[in-house]
């Protein structure tokens, strides 16, 4: 069993900064992308950044010079640092990784965190 487990949401002032944070645990074989995911109010859920294990990184261009991703291969955490955040950052962020379980190695398979909450008052 894989399990994702996000923390570091919460409320802030525009301007302001967070760290989020996300350790997957379980029986992994392997991990290669990682990244997170937001969805704010009336909004479909979107791409916010992502990592490859090789190290290559992807960011949405409304985050882009603010928000900075990078992980932790030895404790299979991913960490999205936030700074500058604007009240239309605000959304449930969500985890997500591609992960070869030990019990299904063939291939990897999506996996999702529960999401936490980033609220940023304007």
């Known amino acids: 069993q894989v399990q994702l487990v996000e923390s570091g949401g919460g409320l802030v002032q525009t301007g302001g900064s967070l760290t989020l944070s996300c350790a997957a645990s379980?029986?992994?074989?392997?991990?290669?992308?990682m990244g997170w995911y937001r969805q704010g109010p009336g909004k479909q859920r979107e791409l916010v950044a992502t990592?490859?294990?090789?190290?290559?990184?992807n960011y949405a261009d409304s985050v882009k010079g603010r928000f900075t991703i990078s992980r932790d291969n030895a404790k299979n955490t991913v960490y999205l640092q936030m700074n500058s955040l604007k009240p239309e950052d605000t959304a449930v962020y969500y985890c997500?990784?591609?992960?070869?379980?030990?019990?299904?190695?063939?291939?990897?398979?999506?996996?999702w965190g529960q999401g936490t909450q980033v609220t940023v008052s304007s």
């Open positions: 997500n990784a591609e992960i070869r379980s030990t019990w299904y190695v063939s291939r990897y398979r999506d996996y």
């Open positions: 379980g029986s992994i074989f392997s991990i290669n992308a």
């Open positions: 990592t490859t294990s090789p190290g290559n990184t």
